[in-house]
């Protein structure tokens, strides 16, 4: 008797990125089910982008200069910072419901799915309305661009393009290592949105205004100095107030690696030591 | 009478059970505070007064908003009427023998409650240890502000029963609420302080319904209301007053035309 040989299953889990893409899509079609909703909501976000950037212009008219940067310098850092913010906001701000999900335990339906842990958390409930926080940075970095006086070397758009990335994975990190604090404390949402949105709003500015002892913290502590503020130095001609060495101001690739690093193990940590909520 | 001041001690008592979420606010609260201070502090040294200000009132005014962001409700999209509505189980509410927007009114005033009991002082007193935060010392400014305290809030509500209300004719509130919360942020003054805002954009933000809800009762507690108190009490009331006559009209409408959402 011929023996019935089963059709041969792919029963590869599915890669991390492949995964994430697959969830983005799915969670998209889902949010564009409400279309007036989706619209208006990303209006919102256009919105709020734009009215900090009015905020900063609103700072400039009554002054020529903050911490010795121009408003064209300023809006230099805000559209980078922004831009990088965005990015990683669009990318993996899907972290911010982990909480909710640990707490109502589904966290152990991630768990037991065979998709990357990880890829499930940054595509929770994805959104195009993010698209919008781009408008506000996008133009204001070009209108910033092409205001400046600086003399464009190939060095320094290599520097302005590291920027963004580099502030990009940054900020992805420190995503990660948000989510990592819903592991550890369940009620503890809002501390991390000091360090994420905290360090949006902080970072648009020039860091000196935080003074020596912040200014530093923000550099070697939580390195956020490196998503805008060290490389933007570089660009825009500017002595470091701090009198930190030269080198830094092109360390952002190399501080964006150590803080994912970093990220990737505590999320590691954190996924094996987790303890479903119980019932 | 009694049923809606039953309501406003349980739902203060609900909020007051939430301390550790309360204690992660504070944290964040203060951290957004300091960022704010130090950029008006940046603003102030190089230019020592403006409009009135000097550098103690704007660095007081940065802590004085955060503290007033929970119980004023600032980020809340609306009340938790919203998603009642959205999700159909507002047929239960409408159920309730008493007056609808009074009911919602007692709840969310119990959240403000908690929310200023739990939220509003360790800003300021963080301020006042390491910033130059000056509160005055005269107790008549300290009532003035409590009355529009109380004034800034009534509109808020009005302003989020409202804008809840929405859900009733378009099924998802959110898109409508989210707008409002993101002028809320700027119109109110959470941003920069409305007091250094030039020209047009400065007369268009100070005559919004948010100018009552934070720049006001902190500018009276500075004394550098332009106007005075009695201004501030009178362009609150007008718009609390309208505010809660629509909140009034549109639940009459609603009650006639619609459909709760479910099954």
Same mark, same amino acid.
Request: charged share 10%.
């Given at each position: 008797?011929?023996?019935?040989?089963?059709?041969?299953?792919?029963?590869?889990?599915?890669?991390?990125?492949?995964?994430?893409?697959?969830?983005?899509?799915?969670?998209?079609?889902?949010?564009?089910?409400?279309?007036?909703?989706?619209?208006?909501?990303?209006?919102?976000?256009?919105?709020?982008?734009?009215?900090?950037?009015?905020?900063?212009?609103?700072?400039?008219?009554?002054?020529?200069?903050?911490?010795?940067?121009?408003?064209?310098?300023?809006?230099?850092?805000?559209?980078?910072?922004?831009?990088?913010?965005?990015?990683?906001?669009?990318?993996?701000?899907?972290?911010?419901?982990?909480?909710?999900?640990?707490?109502?335990?589904?966290?152990?339906?991630?768990?037991?799915?065979?998709?990357?842990?990880?890829?499930?958390?940054?595509?929770?409930?994805?959104?195009?309305?993010?698209?919008?926080?781009?408008?506000?940075?996008?133009?204001?970095?070009?209108?910033?661009?092409?205001?400046?006086?600086?003399?464009?070397?190939?060095?320094?758009?290599?520097?302005?393009?590291?920027?963004?990335?580099?502030?990009?994975?940054?900020?992805?990190?420190?995503?990660?290592?948000?989510?990592?604090?819903?592991?550890?404390?369940?009620?503890?949402?809002?501390?991390?949105?000091?360090?994420?949105?905290?360090?949006?709003?902080?970072?648009?500015?020039?860091?000196?205004?935080?003074?020596?002892?912040?200014?530093?913290?923000?550099?070697?502590?939580?390195?956020?100095?490196?998503?805008?503020?060290?490389?933007?130095?570089?660009?825009?001609?500017?002595?470091?107030?701090?009198?930190?060495?030269?080198?830094?101001?092109?360390?952002?690739?190399?501080?964006?690696?150590?803080?994912?690093?970093?990220?990737?193990?505590?999320?590691?940590?954190?996924?094996?030591?987790?303890?479903?909520?119980?019932? | 009478?009694?049923?809606?001041?039953?309501?406003?001690?349980?739902?203060?008592?609900?909020?007051?059970?939430?301390?550790?979420?309360?204690?992660?606010?504070?944290?964040?609260?203060? &951290?957004?505070?300091? =960022?704010?201070?130090? !950029?008006?502090? #940046? $603003?102030?040294?190089?230019?020592?007064? /403006?409009?009135? *200000?000097?550098?103690?009132?704007?660095?007081?005014?940065?802590?004085?908003?955060?503290?007033?962001?929970?119980?004023?409700?600032?980020?809340?999209?609306?009340?938790?009427?919203?998603?009642?509505?959205?999700?159909?189980?507002?047929?239960?509410?409408?159920?309730?023998?008493?007056?609808?927007?009074?009911?919602?009114?007692?709840?969310?005033?119990?959240?403000?409650?908690?929310?200023?009991?739990?939220?509003?002082?360790?800003?300021?007193?963080?301020?006042?240890?390491?910033?130059?935060?000056?509160?005055?010392?005269?107790?008549?400014?300290?009532?003035?502000?409590? &009355?529009?305290?109380? =004034?800034?809030?009534? !509109?808020?509500? #009005? $302003?989020?029963?409202?804008?809840?209300? /929405?859900?009733? *004719?378009?099924?998802?509130?959110?898109?409508?609420?989210?707008?409002?919360?993101?002028?809320?942020?700027?119109?109110?003054?959470?941003?920069?302080?409305?007091?250094?805002?030039?020209?047009?954009?400065?007369?268009?933000?100070?005559?919004?319904?948010?100018?009552?809800?934070?720049?006001?009762?902190?500018?009276?507690?500075?004394?550098?209301?332009?106007?005075?108190?009695?201004?501030?009490?009178?362009?609150?009331?007008?718009?609390?007053?309208?505010?809660?006559?629509?909140?009034?009209?549109?639940?009459?409408?609603?009650?006639?035309?619609?459909?709760?959402?479910?099954?």
């Amino acid at each position: 008797m011929a023996e019935l040989s089963p059709r041969p299953v792919d029963e590869r889990p599915l890669s991390g990125p492949v995964a994430y893409l697959l969830l983005v899509r799915m969670w998209s079609k889902s949010a564009s089910q409400y279309r007036v909703s989706l619209m208006l909501t990303s209006l919102a976000q256009l919105l709020t982008t734009s009215l900090d950037l009015i905020a900063i212009v609103v700072i400039y008219a009554q002054v020529q200069t903050i911490a010795g940067f121009t408003l064209p310098e300023t809006l230099y850092l805000y559209g980078t910072t922004r831009l990088a913010f965005g990015l990683s906001d669009l990318v993996a701000s899907g972290v911010e419901n982990l909480a909710t999900t640990i707490r109502l335990g589904n966290f152990d339906l991630v768990l037991i799915r065979p998709v990357s842990s990880l890829a499930q958390a940054l595509a929770d409930q994805f959104t195009p309305k993010r698209f919008g926080k781009l408008v506000a940075p996008l133009i204001t970095l070009g209108w910033a661009l092409d205001t400046l006086p600086v003399q464009w070397t190939v060095l320094k758009i290599l520097v302005c393009i590291g920027t963004v990335v580099s502030g990009f994975v940054i900020y992805c990190a420190l995503w990660v290592l948000t989510g990592c604090i819903s592991f550890i404390a369940v009620d503890a949402q809002e501390v991390s949105n000091s360090f994420t949105y905290g360090s949006e709003f902080a970072t648009e500015y020039p860091l000196q205004i935080f003074g020596r002892p912040l200014g530093l913290a923000l550099t070697f502590v939580l390195p956020v100095a490196f998503v805008t503020w060290q490389p933007s130095l570089y660009v825009l001609g500017h002595a470091d107030p701090f009198g930190l060495p030269g080198f830094l101001r092109f360390a952002s690739p190399f501080a964006a690696a150590v803080l994912s690093a970093v990220a990737a193990l505590a999320w590691r940590g954190c996924v094996r030591r987790y303890r479903s909520t119980g019932s | 009478m009694r049923v809606y001041l039953t309501a406003v001690r349980l739902s203060m008592r609900r909020y007051l059970a939430y301390r550790s979420s309360a204690v992660a606010g504070v944290f964040t609260n203060t &951290v957004f505070g300091c =960022i704010r201070a130090f !950029v008006l502090i #940046a $603003l102030w040294k190089q230019k020592p007064e /403006i409009n009135g *200000w000097d550098l103690s009132d704007a660095v007081t005014y940065a802590f004085a908003t955060q503290a007033l962001i929970a119980p004023m409700g600032i980020f809340l999209a609306s009340t938790d009427l919203g998603p009642r509505i959205r999700t159909g189980d507002v047929a239960v509410d409408l159920y309730r023998p008493v007056d609808f927007q009074a009911w919602w009114f007692s709840l969310d005033l119990g959240r403000a409650l908690g929310a200023g009991v739990l939220r509003s002082l360790p800003p300021v007193l963080f301020g006042l240890l390491l910033f130059p935060v000056s509160l005055p010392l005269i107790p008549l400014r300290w009532i003035e502000f409590a &009355v529009c305290c109380v =004034i800034g809030y009534t !509109v808020s509500f #009005a $302003l989020r029963y409202a804008a809840s209300l /929405i859900a009733f *004719w378009t099924m998802d509130e959110r898109g409508v609420t989210s707008i409002l919360v993101a002028a809320s942020m700027f119109c109110s003054g959470m941003i920069i302080p409305l007091t250094i805002m030039p020209g047009l954009l400065g007369t268009v933000v100070t005559h919004t319904p948010w100018a009552a809800i934070v720049q006001m009762p902190i500018s009276v507690l500075l004394g550098t209301q332009s106007g005075g108190f009695g201004y501030a009490v009178a362009f609150g009331c007008v718009w609390a007053l309208g505010l809660l006559v629509l909140g009034r009209v549109l639940t009459e409408a609603a009650r006639h035309k619609v459909v709760v959402q479910g099954g």
